[in-house]
Nanobody, 122 residues
Framework: VQLQASGGGLVQAGGSLRLSCAAS????????MGWFRQAPGKEREFVGA????????FYADSVKGRFAISRDDAKNRVSLQMNSLKPEDTAVYYCAARLAITSSKSSEYPYWGQGTQVTVSS
C-alpha cells in the first residue's frame, strides 16, 4: 500500500486542522492505520490509531480529547481531526499502515506516508 498525507499548515493555538491520508490499492480495509508525529530534535511519537473497520480507536494521552481519527474505506482514506491545537503539537505528521491489529509502536508499521508539516503558533 502507498500512502499520501496532506492537510498540514500553519494555524494559531486553539485552532483546528484536518489531516488526510490517501491510500492506494484495493485492500485498504485490511489495514490498521496509525498517525505519528516528529518534532525537530525529537523522536517520532505515536498520536493515535484506528483498527480495521474503524471500530477501535486509541490515542496518546497528549492528544486524547482533542484529536479524532476516522476512516472511509470506500474512499481509501483515513483522517486526523485536530482541535484545540497547541504549540507543542507542532511537528511533521505521518500516517502509517499495517496488516494486523492496531499498535502504538512505529516499528510495527511497515508502510509510511511522506509526512505533512503542522505548525501551531502561540
Amino acid at each position: 500500500v502507498q500512502l499520501q498525507a496532506s492537510g498540514g499548515g500553519l494555524v494559531q493555538a486553539g485552532g483546528s486542522l484536518r489531516l488526510s491520508c490517501a491510500a492506494s490499492g484495493r485492500t485498504f480495509s485490511s489495514y490498521a492505520m496509525g498517525w505519528f508525529r516528529q518534532a525537530p530534535g525529537k523522536e517520532r511519537e505515536f498520536v493515535g490509531a484506528i483498527s480495521r473497520g474503524g471500530g477501535v480507536t486509541f490515542y496518546a494521552d497528549s492528544v486524547k480529547g482533542r484529536f479524532a481519527i476516522s476512516r472511509d474505506d470506500a474512499k481509501n482514506r483515513v483522517s486526523l481531526q485536530m482541535n484545540s491545537l497547541k504549540p507543542e503539537d507542532t511537528a511533521v505528521y505521518y500516517c502509517a499502515a499495517r496488516l494486523a491489529i492496531t499498535s502504538s509502536k512505529s516499528s510495527e508499521y511497515p508502510y509510511w506516508g511522506q509526512g505533512t508539516q503542522v505548525t501551531v503558533s502561540s
